[in-house]
Nanobody
Framework: QVQLVESGGGLVQAGGSLRLSCAAS????????TGWLRQAPGKEREFVAA????????YYADSVKGRFTISRDNAKNTVYLQMNSLKREDTAVYYC????????????????WGQGTQVTVSS
């Protein structure tokens, strides 16, 4: 079992930056694809970014390419999402997710989910 706990969410002004962290426990995340999904009010949950289980391939939604960066620190067993040039439409609940031996592609499914953290971008 893997437990995921997000942190770093909050309120930020449009154009600003925010870094989300996801601390994993129970098992190492080394053999897991890890990623971030988000859901805004009235909209379906959507893929944001992910790393393959090998940790050497990244995937991003078109809406965040060039602005968001996913990374992983295996020594700390932590996943990060660096968000720059934030827009009001980035406002959503962000979920950290993991899947054993997962591909990390946008259509992938995930076994483990964090509780979610709210990101609100003001203008």
């Amino acid at each position: 079992q893997v437990q995921l706990v997000e942190s770093g969410g909050g309120l930020v002004q449009a154009g600003g930056s925010l870094r989300l962290s996801c601390a994993a426990s129970g098992r190492t995340i080394t053999m897991h694809a890890t990623g971030w999904l988000r859901q805004a009010p009235g909209k379906e949950r959507e893929f944001v970014a992910a790393l393959s289980w090998t940790g050497d391939t990244t995937y991003y939604a078109d809406s965040v390419k060039g602005r968001f960066t996913i990374s992983r620190d295996n020594a700390k067993n932590t996943v990060y999402l660096q968000m720059n040039s934030l827009k009001r439409e980035d406002t959503a609940v962000y979920y950290c997710v993991a899947e054993p031996l997962g591909s990390g592609t946008s259509g992938a499914t995930y076994r483990y989910w964090g509780q979610g953290t709210q990101v609100t971008v003001s203008s």
